[in-house]
């Protein structure tokens, strides 16, 4: 059974950065296509960004240029590098593993952005 575990959110200003990372535990495979979501109060589940196992990444428009998606397939990691945070990023961010139409969710962690 896949578990997948959140860290590194918190509280950050306005411009400020944060790096979330996410491992998984169990062995995440070539097929898998591995990325995060995001839930704001009040809204609804929206893809942040994904990556493949060969490195292709795509972005939501609202975070391009602002974060960046990585991932270690030997240590079934996945990071999701935010910068230039403002408060419309605030969210639950989730991390999810996608293999072919079956979904792994993490619990989620709070990222808060303060103007």
């Known amino acids: 059974q896949m578990q997948l575990v959140e860290s590194g959110g918190g509280l950050v200003q306005a411009g400020g950065s944060l790096r979330l990372s996410c491992a998984a535990s169990v062995r995440v495979f070539s097929i898998d296509v591995m990325g995060w979501y995001r839930q704001a109060p009040g809204g609804q589940r929206e893809l942040v960004a994904d990556?493949?196992?060969?490195?292709?990444?795509n972005y939501a428009d609202s975070v391009e240029g602002r974060f960046t998606i990585s991932r270690d397939n030997a240590k079934n990691t996945v990071w999701l590098q935010m910068s230039s945070l403002s408060p419309e990023d605030t969210a639950v961010y989730y991390c999810?593993?996608?293999?072919?139409?079956?979904?792994?969710w993490g619990k989620g962690t709070l990222v808060t952005v303060s103007s």
């Open positions: 999810n593993v996608k293999r072919w139409t079956k979904d792994y």
């Open positions: 990556i493949t196992s060969d490195g292709r990444a």
